[in-house]
C-alpha cells in the first residue's frame, strides 16, 4: 500500500526480519545520536501530554508468571479472567471489604488443565437471551516431551443457580483436542434459522483457517461447525489469522476483518443470513497485530451526510505505524490515514476505540511493547475536508502492554481502563475531581436548556392567551328579535 509505505522510515525496513512474534515482538533500536536528540524533545512533548492524561491507577497485581496478547478477557459484567503461559488463571474483581470496595485478584481451579500446560488464549461471554449463562473458552498447549498436543476447554455449567457462578464452571468442562496450534479465541452473536441470536466461539489457527463452535442446545455441549455456514466470508484465507473482528450493524448486516500474519488485512460486508455482498484485502509489510471494527462519527462524514455514521477500521501492526480505514462502508480500504509517531515505541501489540473524554468523538489507545500506552484523537482541518489523528497524551509503565479493556469493574457507572502487561495487570481509573467537574458542567447546562425551554413555552402560552383575548371580545351578541 504506497500511502502507508511512504509514511515508513528506513530504519524500520532494515529491522523487519527481527521480528519474530507477535505475541513476544521486540524491536532492536540502533543506537544513533539522532535517536538521544528525539529523546530529549520527547521528554518536553511528554510534559505537554501528560496535562491531559486523564486517569490515575488505582491497583496493580503481579503474576506468577507472563501472559500474552491473547491473555485477557472480560467475564460477566465486572470481572476480569486474566491467563498466563504456566497455566494459570486468575480472577479480578472488586468486592466490599470492611466497608470498602477493594480489588480482589483470586486465582480460580479450571480443571483439564495440566500443570506443564501453556495457556494460549482465553475469551468468556454471556449467552445469548433467552438462554442464560456464562461461557468461558481456554487454548492451551500441553507438552509431553516429545510432543506438544494443543486443546481446547469450553466451560458451562447446565445447573440451574450456577449458570453465572464462577467456581462451578470452572468444574463443568468440555475437553476438545485439536488438529492445529491456537492463536485468538473471539466471540461474536450471529443470527439464527429462527430468528434470535445466538453468541458462538471463533478460534483461528496455524492451518490458516477460522474454527467455528456452536451450542448443541439438546447435548448440552459445544460442537465444532463448518464455519462458511454462518461466515462464509471467512473462507480461504491469504495466511494465518493473528486478530480477528466482528462488528453488527444496521440492516441486518456486518462488517468482519481480520489481520494475517504475512501482513494482509481483509474486510467483508455480509449479510447476517449468509449472503457475502463484498470484499477487500490490504498487504501491509509486518504481521497485523489487531484490527477493529469501530463506529466513529467524524465532522467531514457529518456534513456530507447528515447524521449517518461511519464505520473506520484501526489496522495495528509490528513495525508501520497504526492506519484508520475510514469510512470502511462506502470507501472499502482505499482512505488511510496514518497516527503519526505509532510506530516510535516499538511494536504495536494491543489496540482500543473509546470515548475518554465524553464529548461523543471515540479516542484511539494504543499499547506497545516499548511500554507506552498512547491516545490519538481525530482533528478535522481547516477546510474540512480531510484531517489526521493527533497523539494527545501517552504514559509510561514498566514493562510491555499486551492488551487493554475498558469496563465498569466497581459497579458505580465510570468505567475503568484494566491494562495487562508482562509483568500483571494495572487497573486504571478517571481522575474523579476532573469528572466531577464534567459532571457539574453537563448538569448545569442541562438545568439552563430546560429552564430556557420552560420560559419559550410560558412565553408562548401567554402569546397565545393574548390573540385569543381579542377574539371572544368581538364576537356578536346574540339579540331577542321585537315582535
Not at 125 to 145: E, Q, W
Request: net charge negative; with cysteine.
Amino acid at each position: 500500500m504506497i500511502l502507508v509505505h511512504n509514511c515508513i522510515s528506513v530504519r524500520k525496513k532494515e529491522r523487519r526480519e527481527q521480528v519474530s512474534r507477535v505475541t513476544c515482538s521486540h524491536i532492536v533500536r540502533e543506537k544513533k545520536v539522532s535517536a538521544l536528540i528525539w529523546y530529549l524533545t520527547d521528554i518536553r512533548s511528554c510534559r505537554m501530554h501528560r496535562e491531559s492524561y486523564p486517569f490515575v491507577e488505582d491497583s496493580f497485581s503481579r503474576f506468577p508468571s507472563q501472559s500474552n496478547i491473547y491473555g485477557l478477557c472480560q467475564a460477566g459484567e465486572q470481572e476480569l479472567l486474566a491467563a498466563t503461559l504456566k497455566g494459570k488463571v486468575v480472577c479480578f474483581r472488586y468486592q466490599e471489604l470492611q466497608q470498602k470496595i477493594r480489588p480482589v485478584a483470586k486465582e480460580v481451579q479450571f480443571t483439564y488443565i495440566p500443570v506443564d500446560a501453556e495457556i494460549v488464549s482465553i475469551d468468556a461471554f454471556n449467552k445469548s437471551p433467552p438462554k442464560r449463562g456464562l461461557v468461558v473458552g481456554i487454548t492451551f498447549v500441553k507438552d509431553s516431551g516429545d510432543k506438544a498436543t494443543p486443546f481446547l476447554n469450553i466451560y458451562c455449567d447446565y445447573e440451574p443457580g450456577s449458570e453465572f457462578n464462577l467456581e462451578s464452571i470452572a468444574q463443568s468442562c468440555l475437553n476438545l483436542e485439536l488438529q492445529f496450534t491456537p492463536f485468538q479465541l473471539y466471540h461474536t452473536e450471529v443470527q439464527c434459522d429462527d430468528g434470535g441470536r445466538e453468541t458462538v466461539f471463533l478460534l483461528s489457527g496455524h492451518d490458516q483457517r477460522i474454527h467455528l463452535y456452536k451450542e448443541n442446545a439438546s447435548l448440552h455441549q459445544f460442537e465444532e461447525q463448518p464455519v462458511e455456514r454462518l461466515f462464509p466470508e471467512l473462507q480461504q484465507l491469504p495466511s494465518n489469522v493473528l486478530w480477528l473482528d466482528v462488528l453488527s450493524i444496521a440492516g441486518g448486516r456486518r462488517l468482519s476483518a481480520f489481520g494475517c500474519q504475512n501482513g494482509c488485512v481483509g474486510l467483508a460486508l455480509v449479510d447476517q443470513t449468509g449472503a457475502g455482498e463484498g470484499g477487500q484485502t490490504q498487504t501491509h509489510d509486518s504481521c497485523s497485530a489487531s484490527s477493529h471494527d469501530f463506529s466513529c462519527t467524524i465532522p467531514p462524514l457529518v456534513s456530507r451526510r447528515g447524521e449517518t455514521i461511519g464505520y473506520n477500521l484501526l489496522v495495528t501492526s509490528t513495525i508501520e505505524m497504526a492506519v484508520v480505514y475510514r469510512d470502511v462502508q462506502e470507501r472499502g480500504l482505499s482512505h488511510p490515514v496514518c497516527l503519526l509517531e505509532s510506530d516510535q515505541w516499538d511494536a504495536v501489540l494491543c489496540a482500543l476505540v473509546i470515548d475518554l473524554d465524553f464529548d461523543g468523538q471515540k479516542e484511539v489507545l494504543l499499547g506497545t511493547y516499548g511500554q507506552e500506552l498512547l491516545c490519538y484523537k481525530f482533528q478535522p482541518s481547516e477546510s474540512g475536508r480531510d484531517g489526521q489523528f493527533q497523539l494527545q497524551w501517552r504514559r509510561s509503565f514498566k514493562s510491555p502492554l499486551l492488551s487493554i479493556i475498558y469496563l465498569d469493574l466497581t459497579g458505580d457507572g465510570l468505567r475503568e481502563l484494566a491494562v495487562l502487561t508482562l509483568k500483571g495487570l494495572h487497573i486504571l481509573q478517571h481522575t474523579l475531581t476532573s469528572t466531577a467537574d464534567l459532571v457539574l458542567e453537563r448538569l448545569a447546562q442541562r438545568v439552563s436548556a430546560l429552564t430556557v425551554g420552560s420560559e419559550l413555552e410560558s412565553a408562548k402560552a401567554q402569546d397565545t392567551k393574548e390573540q385569543d383575548t381579542p377574539t371572544k371580545k368581538e364576537e356578536p351578541t346574540a339579540h331577542t328579535p321585537s315582535n
